[in-house]
T-cell receptor, first 116, second 111 residues
């Protein structure tokens, strides 16, 4: 029973195309994230949503647009794909109960995006 | 800004030996969480251990333990009795108002 699932696992596409990555969590968490992991394995936060509302947008190009139809889903749409967008994209979720009680982030299996 | 620094890009250890991975962080927050995640070649992100900043006692999970020094903003991971399956990239992470990761340390366990 997968807690955080992303589709697809692999995505190969040409420059200029538009693509989407879907993410769903069945943990009942309020917060969801998108991270980008580059070729050097560095994990950089892109977006964070809490109860469908955007709370963090880390200077990501406008070509990246997250969409949260409900708190269990956070999809990532990318327009006009560029070579530099090639990376592994991770979706994650967590729950904050109070200032002193918070879960860790649970991650999806990642989507390897290759732009050619 | 919150930053996490892992100063060891790569580490090696013999099977059954002990190894310590370093992590320091910078924050002005008082309530936060710290984590170590493991990423094996399968690329799945796996939680190894977590530490709440308000707890003075160091967290322990079987062979994994941390040395949390809040004043020094240090959070190192000790792996005892290293196993071949521990070979992976290890990320230190800080969660205050957002979850920030260090650059990672590649750990290789040799037989």
């Amino acid at each position: 029973d997968t807690a955080v699932s992303q589709t697809p696992k692999y995505l190969v596409t040409q420059m200029g195309n538009d693509k989407s990555i879907k993410c769903e969590q069945n943990l009942g968490h309020d917060t969801m994230y998108w991270y980008k992991q580059d070729s050097k394995k560095f994990l950089k936060i892109m977006f964070s949503y809490n109860n469908k509302e955007l709370i963090i947008n880390e200077t990501v190009p406008n070509r990246f647009s997250p969409k949260s139809p409900d708190k269990a889903h956070l999809n990532l749409h990318i327009n006009s794909l560029e070579l530099g967008d090639s990376a592994v994209y991770f979706c994650a979720s967590s729950q904050e109960f109070s200032d002193t009680e918070r879960t860790e982030a649970f991650f999806g299996q990642g989507t390897r995006l290759t732009v050619v | 800004a919150q930053t996490v620094t892992q100063s060891q890009p790569e580490m090696s250890v013999q099977e059954a030996e002990t190894v310590t991975l370093s992590c320091t962080y910078d924050t002005s927050e008082n309530n936060y969480y710290l984590f170590w995640y493991k990423q094996p070649p399968s690329r799945q992100m796996i939680l190894v251990i977590r530490q709440e900043a308000y707890k003075q006692q160091n967290a322990t999970e079987n062979r994994f333990s941390v040395n949390f020094q809040k004043a020094a903003k240090s959070f190192s991971l000790k792996i005892s009795d290293s196993q071949l399956g521990d070979t992976a990239m290890y990320f230190c992470a800080f969660n205050g108002n957002k979850l920030v990761f260090g650059a990672g340390t590649i750990l290789r366990v040799k037989s």
